[in-house]
């Protein structure tokens, strides 16, 4: 079983930046992919990034892509999301995942097995 508690949501302006943690209370952190998803009520889940439990390598959903950053800490079981120039649309409930797809990393909800709570974050204009 892997809990994962999300923190660092919050209200920002446009352009501002945030960052969010999550750490995962299991031994064998290093051995899970890592993601980030978002969710607009209404609307389904929407892959933000993930790093790969391979060889870190990282993958980013084509809306964040050269804004945010994913980054790991093994030794404190802690995966991050730095965002960058925070835009209105980035507003939604930001959630963490844990899994082991087998190629490494997935943007596939369906593929993660263990999910946070979710923090907002919430862009104003």
């Known amino acids: 079983q892997v809990q994962l508690v999300e923190s660092g949501g919050g209200l920002v302006q446009a352009g501002d930046s945030l960052r969010l943690s999550c750490a995962a209370s299991v031994r064998t952190f290093s051995s899970y992919a890592m993601g980030w998803f978002r969710q607009v009520p209404g609307t389904e889940r929407e892959f933000v990034a993930a790093i790969s439990w391979i060889d870190g390598s990282t993958y980013y959903g084509d809306s964040v892509k050269g804004r945010f950053t994913i980054s790991r800490e093994n030794t404190k079981n802690t995966v991050y999301l730095q965002m960058n120039s925070l835009k209105p649309e980035d507003t939604a409930v930001y959630y963490c995942?844990?899994?082991?797809?087998?190629?490494?990393?997935?943007?596939?909800?369906?593929?993660?097995?263990?999910w946070g709570q979710g923090t907002q974050v919430t862009v104003s204009s």
């Open positions: 995942a844990a899994g082991r797809p087998s190629y490494g990393y997935s943007r596939f909800r369906t593929l993660y097995d263990y």
